[in-house]
């Protein structure tokens, strides 16, 4: 599958304990386990009889399956306790480690892992969150912060929005937004918490691009109309992995810049807000129209911040999906 040749993060590092994990990527089944020798990512059946190898056992560096004991290498390849006379092999997919999760993608695949620029900044999360609805119908709800004052505390106006410059760039390979306008009173918990000021121009920029799918954001804040930032700023990489065609995993991982020591006690609650403002999304995604998880991002009306969209799905179609 042309998809899973690009590194997926699939579960967060600390989610893997001792016993085999059941993950479910693209619509394939398929199961991580940390051996001895590392990590390994095979399907999800044992193709003896097909038994579910993630209900088996590690056994040293390799997964042992329920039924009858074969085991299997993290490069797939098989043996069996009562016929040592032949070697049996299945798929495996490549694992690596980075930045607080496991990455998967097929044996000899194309790009590399991440390397985030986070000079100056500090890490704040990595968490998962798994949203209903397929890529294209959540990448659509991070291609526009339209909803925003309507389904989060923090961001703009809602009673300004007209105010909000929305600018689009895109290129063959990303598509770029920046949108600035006034930004809404937060209540006061979160300024302090996450550090904002109480007046400002808030700003969310953000980069998306497909091989695999994921967004760079950056949020920060000028004085009204200056064009000075405050020095408050917050970075995050969402990468939007396909579960199923009903369901998406976000990885996000999020830094804030390097600030006075005495922020980071509002670190944790910021970390907490971070998690929170993401579920805002749950009920609205589970509320749209069906035809939004296919080819349909709008139902005919568009406004001036629904530009990304379209640029998201023709990239998304041509550079993750391989088709047009
Ligand atoms: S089904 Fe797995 S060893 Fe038989
Ligand atoms: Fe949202």
């Given at each position: 599958m042309a998809e899973l040749s690009f590194w997926h993060p699939v579960?967060?590092?600390?989610?893997?304990?001792d016993k085999p994990e059941p993950i479910r990527v693209l619509d394939q089944d398929l199961v991580l386990f940390r051996g001895e020798q590392g990590i390994g990512c095979l399907p999800?059946?044992?193709?003896?009889?097909?038994?579910?190898?993630?209900l088996g056992l590690v056994r040293g560096g390799d997964i042992a399956c329920p039924y009858h004991g074969w085991t299997w290498s993290p490069q797939g390849k098989g043996r069996c306790p009562g016929d040592s006379t032949f070697s049996p092999t299945i798929a495996h997919f490549e694992v690596a480690t980075a930045h607080g999760a496991i990455w998967i993608r097929e044996p000899?695949?194309?790009?590399?892992?991440p390397s985030f620029e986070v000079s100056g900044f500090r890490p704040l999360t990595v968490f998962r969150t798994r949203l209903p609805g397929s890529l294209e119908r959540v990448l659509d709800n991070f291609s526009?912060?339209?909803?925003t004052p309507e389904v989060h505390?923090?961001?703009?106006d809602p009673r300004k929005m007209d105010q909000v410059q929305v600018t689009v760039r895109t290129d063959e390979h990303s598509v770029h937004v920046v949108n600035r306008g006034p930004q809404r009173r937060a209540m006061r918990l979160l300024r302090l918490g996450?550090?904002?000021?109480?007046k400002a121009d808030y700003v969310i920029e953000w980069t998306t691009r497909f091989q695999p799918v994921h967004a760079q954001f950056d949020h920060y804040w000028l004085p009204p109309g200056g064009d000075q930032p405050y020095d408050k700023r917050v970075r995050a990489w969402v990468y939007f992995v396909p579960v199923s065609e009903k369901q998406t995993d976000l990885f996000s991982f999020v830094f804030v810049n390097e600030g006075?020591?005495?922020?980071?006690?509002g670190d944790a609650l910021h970390a907490r807000y971070a998690r929170w403002d993401i579920e805002q999304d749950r009920p609205l995604l589970e509320g749209?129209?069906?035809?939004?998880?296919?080819?349909?991002?709008?139902?005919?009306w568009k406004s001036?911040?629904?530009?990304a969209i379209d640029a998201n799905r023709e990239r998304l179609n041509l550079l993750y999906r391989g088709t047009t």
């Amino acid at each position: 599958m042309a998809e899973l040749s690009f590194w997926h993060p699939v579960l967060l590092d600390k989610q893997l304990g001792d016993k085999p994990e059941p993950i479910r990527v693209l619509d394939q089944d398929l199961v991580l386990f940390r051996g001895e020798q590392g990590i390994g990512c095979l399907p999800d059946r044992c193709p003896h009889r097909g038994e579910r190898l993630s209900l088996g056992l590690v056994r040293g560096g390799d997964i042992a399956c329920p039924y009858h004991g074969w085991t299997w290498s993290p490069q797939g390849k098989g043996r069996c306790p009562g016929d040592s006379t032949f070697s049996p092999t299945i798929a495996h997919f490549e694992v690596a480690t980075a930045h607080g999760a496991i990455w998967i993608r097929e044996p000899g695949g194309r790009g590399q892992l991440p390397s985030f620029e986070v000079s100056g900044f500090r890490p704040l999360t990595v968490f998962r969150t798994r949203l209903p609805g397929s890529l294209e119908r959540v990448l659509d709800n991070f291609s526009e912060s339209e909803h925003t004052p309507e389904v989060h505390l923090m961001g703009f106006d809602p009673r300004k929005m007209d105010q909000v410059q929305v600018t689009v760039r895109t290129d063959e390979h990303s598509v770029h937004v920046v949108n600035r306008g006034p930004q809404r009173r937060a209540m006061r918990l979160l300024r302090l918490g996450v550090g904002v000021p109480p007046k400002a121009d808030y700003v969310i920029e953000w980069t998306t691009r497909f091989q695999p799918v994921h967004a760079q954001f950056d949020h920060y804040w000028l004085p009204p109309g200056g064009d000075q930032p405050y020095d408050k700023r917050v970075r995050a990489w969402v990468y939007f992995v396909p579960v199923s065609e009903k369901q998406t995993d976000l990885f996000s991982f999020v830094f804030v810049n390097e600030g006075p020591a005495w922020e980071r006690l509002g670190d944790a609650l910021h970390a907490r807000y971070a998690r929170w403002d993401i579920e805002q999304d749950r009920p609205l995604l589970e509320g749209l129209a069906p035809e939004l998880d296919d080819q349909q991002s709008t139902f005919g009306w568009k406004s001036r911040f629904d530009e990304a969209i379209d640029a998201n799905r023709e990239r998304l179609n041509l550079l993750y999906r391989g088709t047009t």
